[in-house]
C-alpha cells in the first residue's frame, strides 16, 4: 500500500509540475502547445509529442543502438524539424561536428523554436521552410544522415509511404549514408503502413533493420545503410 501511495503522490506532483508557455494553432497543425514539465520545455500537437519528451528519448536509443557515434557524419538532412530534438542530440549529446539542413513545413513551429527553444543557437544549422515532398524531388545534395520524422499530430503524411518518396530518400543518400525512418505503431493500419515501409527500403540496394523502441506506444525506425547509389 505504501508503495502504490508513493507512486501517486510522484505522479499527482508530475502533473502539478506541468506548466502550459504558450498554447498556439496553425494552418498545418490545430494544436501546438509549449509546455514546461520540471525543468524541460516540450512542444507537443494536440495528441503527440513533437519535440523533448517521448520523441527526444526515442532518437536517444535510435541513436545508440544504430552506431551514430562510430559513424563519420558530417552533413545531415533532418525532415520534420520541430523545435530541434534530432539537433539537440547530434550537436550537444554527441558533440558530432556536422553540417544540418532541417525542412519544417509549419511556420508557426519554426516561431516557436526560435522564441522558446532557442534553435539559432545551433552553428551550421539551416533551417528551410518547405514541403518534404517538393523539397526531395528538387534536392539533390547527398547527406550522410537522413533522418525522417514527419507527422501532422500523430499521422504521417500518406506521401512518405510512397515509392516516389522513399526513391528520393535514397536519390539524396551518400554512398556509405544512412536512413532512419520513425513510424510510430498504434493501431493496425499504422503496423501495416510501417510493414510495407519495410518492403520498400527493401528493394532498395543497401541493408535494412528495424529498431523498436517503446515510449508511450512503440515506435519502429527503419534503419537503411546504403550500398551504394543507383
Do not use: W
Amino acid at each position: 500500500m505504501k508503495l502504490k501511495v508513493s507512486n501517486a503522490s510522484k505522479y499527482l506532483k508530475f502533473l502539478s509540475s506541468k506548466e502550459l508557455i504558450e498554447k498556439t494553432g496553425s494552418a498545418v497543425n490545430n494544436t501546438l502547445e509549449v509546455l514546461k514539465v520540471g525543468d524541460i520545455l516540450m512542444l507537443n500537437s494536440a495528441n503527440t509529442n513533437y519535440s523533448f519528451g517521448g520523441l527526444h528519448r526515442v532518437f536517444r536509443k535510435a541513436f545508440e543502438k544504430a552506431g551514430i557515434a562510430e559513424r563519420d557524419v558530417s552533413n545531415v538532412l533532418i525532415l520534420g524539424f520541430g523545435a530541434g530534438s534530432v539537433a539537440s542530440i547530434l550537436l550537444e549529446e554527441y558533440k558530432i561536428s556536422c553540417q544540418i539542413k532541417a525542412v519544417e513545413n509549419d511556420p508557426e513551429v519554426i516561431r516557436l523554436g526560435r522564441e522558446y527553444f532557442n534553435t539559432q543557437r545551433y552553428a551550421g544549422l539551416e533551417v528551410v521552410e518547405a514541403d518534404a515532398e517538393e523539397f526531395i524531388r528538387n534536392e539533390n545534395m547527398h547527406y550522410d544522415l537522413i533522418i525522417v520524422d514527419l507527422y501532422v499530430d500523430f499521422e504521417v503524411p500518406a506521401f512518405c509511404h510512397s515509392p516516389e518518396f522513399i526513391s528520393g530518400l535514397h536519390r539524396c543518400l551518400a554512398e556509405k549514408g544512412m536512413i532512419m525512418f520513425n513510424k510510430m505503431l498504434y493501431n493496425y493500419k499504422t503496423r501495416q503502413e510501417a510493414h510495407e515501409l519495410e518492403k520498400k527500403f527493401n528493394s532498395l540496394k543497401g541493408s535494412v533493420k528495424v529498431l523498436k523502441i517503446r515510449e508511450n506506444v512503440v515506435n519502429k525506425v527503419i534503419v537503411f545503410e546504403n550500398c551504394g547509389n543507383i
